[in-house]
């Protein structure tokens, strides 16, 4: 796919609107692994009868977890549960998870024009009403963190360079070299993204897809890197914005590299400083005051960035 550069600004925005009369409905992953509370509070945060949700309990979390969730959704139109899966930290097992979630949502008879994925420790920073307006306006832009591999992350390029599997819920020790898809350029990011309907139908249906799964599928983090790879290296010709419209703050973790920062109080100035849509993470163990606080700015107007 050629690069239009036009497309990525260094702020991450793109020149031009477009402007819908109708405002668009948006079709929600939520990823869920731990706290119940903590994703009750999201849910009810980014529900409206109009949006669709399909929610995901990780196969590994406790029973309770997800008879909690469920009870929870019962009386919520427009909710879907997705069949558990046991999704492994760095395995290719959350790309098929995300695959599986657009599948769903492009298969089930409901009108939406945007894919958002989520986890369920994540929270918006403006009201859905403001999230709508925003991509009404914007329609037709993908935003998704993109960035050239090779160059601009190359200690990353262990994880698709070598051979990795999934072997009794965790990531074998065992992995050997082998060479890249032949002229194909990796691409980085993150996991989350705002996905047109166009191009979840694309990643979900395209046949040029489909030796990128097999390939990814012995990668490791494959969730940081498989979309952004398909979308630049196929014929997809949607936009695409350098942005995924998340405020995270990544810190030191041991042997992982990095983790995103529960935030606290103290990061309120910086969740309120730029044009994000969602932040990650919350906690309400950690501090239960930040949401309540983020809220006072739920329905100021997003600056078109």
């Keep these: 796919m050629e690069i239009d550069l036009k497309l ?9 609107e477009i402007v819908s009369e109708k405002t668009i409905n948006i079709a929600y992953l939520i990823l869920v692994h731990r706290l119940p509370n903590q994703f009750k509070r999201l849910f009810e945060a980014i529900y409206e009868k109009d949006n669709y949700y399909l929610i995901h309990i990780d196969k590994k979390a406790e029973q ?11 009386d919520y139109p427009n909710v879907y549960i997705l069949k558990s899966e046991n999704v492994i930290w760095g395995g290719y097992s959350m790309v098929q998870a995300e695959l599986d979630g657009m599948n769903f949502l492009l298969n089930i008879d409901a009108h939406w024009d945007y894919f958002i994925n989520l986890s369920g420790q994540d929270y918006p920073l403006k009201s859905q009403k403001i999230i709508r307006e925003y991509l009404t306006q914007n329609k ?11 160059d601009i992350r190359p200690e990353t390029m ?15 020790p065992l992995t050997y070299k082998r060479e890249f898809m032949k002229d194909i350029t990796p691409y980085i990011g993150g996991q989350w993204m705002i996905l047109t309907r166009d191009c979840c139908t694309f990643i979900c249906t395209s046949t040029e897809v489909k030796k990128f ?3 990814y599928k012995n990668t490791l983090i494959a969730d940081e890197s498989f979309f952004q790879t398909v979308l630049m290296n196929t014929k997809f010709t949607g936009q695409l914005v350098n942005d995924d419209k998340r405020a995270i703050i990544w810190v030191p973790d041991g042997d992982i590299k990095l983790r995103p920062k529960t935030f606290t109080i103290d990061d309120l100035h910086f969740l309120n400083s730029e044009s994000h849509l969602f932040a990650r993470k919350f906690d309400d ?8 606080q983020i809220k006072i700015n739920y329905n100021m107007t997003l600056v078109n960035s």
């Excluded at 990525?8 to 031009?16: C, D, N, Q």
């Excluded at 997800?66 to 019962?74: A, I, P």
């Design 213 to 215: 799964e097999n390939y």
């Design 8 to 16: 990525f600004k260094k702020s991450g925005t793109t020149v031009g």
């Design 158 to 172: 262990n994880r698709i360079e070598n051979y990795f599997d999934e072997v009794d819920d965790k990531i074998s």
């Design 285 to 292: 163990n950690v501090d239960n005051e930040i949401i309540n």
């Design 140 to 150: 037709g832009k993908n935003y998704i963190k993109i960035a050239d591999q090779k």
């Design 64 to 74: 309770e977890l997800g008879t909690e969730v469920e009870f929870f959704l019962k």
